[in-house]
């Protein structure tokens, strides 16, 4: 008998920052979610449909204190350590969606529970467009924004061009060797995310 103990699974929340049903950032998370499960995490994905709270306004949020929505998508965050985020661009920047649940999200609790949910978070990115830079530029202000609120965001992140004709009926990517590299982010957040939460 030895004294070595199998470590605890890393948890991932991912989720992507475009509303639409059939989003390309979707498929595209879909794709490195994959990566992430065969290194060995457990991931919580989350659809922003189902956090649709108001637009942040900070007198709302003193008369009424923050929405169950947002209450609920701050426990699913709390209960990860890496983030897997696909951002779409919009006019070269990130979604209002996407935006308004880190500007919600970012706030305590409450006066009793003032813990931020991203502080500490290991956070990877990925984008994708029918255009031909794939959405890179909205990644910048992403990556901005998430170091502002605590998220150590590692270097390796993946733009896919040309959504339009990228994907297959199944889903996956018709390129072989790009879908590798999809799924290879996802297994470098496990990978970053393990060493900064070595006791998991």
């Known amino acids: 008998m030895n004294d070595y103990t199998e470590p605890m699974t ?67 965050i709390e209960a990860a350590q890496g983030l897997l985020i696909a951002s779409p ?25 003032p813990r931020p949910c991203f502080k500490g978070k290991v956070g990877a990115l990925l984008t994708t467009s029918p255009g031909r830079l794939g959405g890179i530029r909205g990644l910048s202000h992403l990556r901005e924004i998430l170091h502002n609120v605590g998220v150590k965001v590692i270097n390796e992140q993946y733009a896919l061009p040309n959504a339009g004709t990228a994907f297959v009926d199944d889903g996956s990517l018709g390129e072989i060797e790009i879908e590798q590299q999809i799924q290879d982010i996802g297994r470098a957040l496990v990978a970053v995310t393990r060493l900064y939460w070595p006791e998991n």
Do not use: M
């Open 10 to 76: 890393i948890r991932i929340a991912a989720f992507a920052g475009s509303l639409r049903k059939g989003s390309f950032n979707r498929k595209v998370l879909a794709r490195a979610i994959i990566g992430a499960e065969e290194a060995g995490a457990e991931v919580d994905l989350i659809d922003l449909n189902d956090v649709r709270a108001p637009l942040y306004d900070g007198d709302l949020e003193s008369d009424s204190g923050l929405p169950v929505e947002i209450r609920n998508f701050k426990d699913r």
């Open 89 to 113: 661009e919009y006019n070269s920047s990130v979604s209002a969606a996407l935006k308004n649940v880190i500007d919600w999200g970012s706030r305590p609790t409450s006066k009793e529970d």
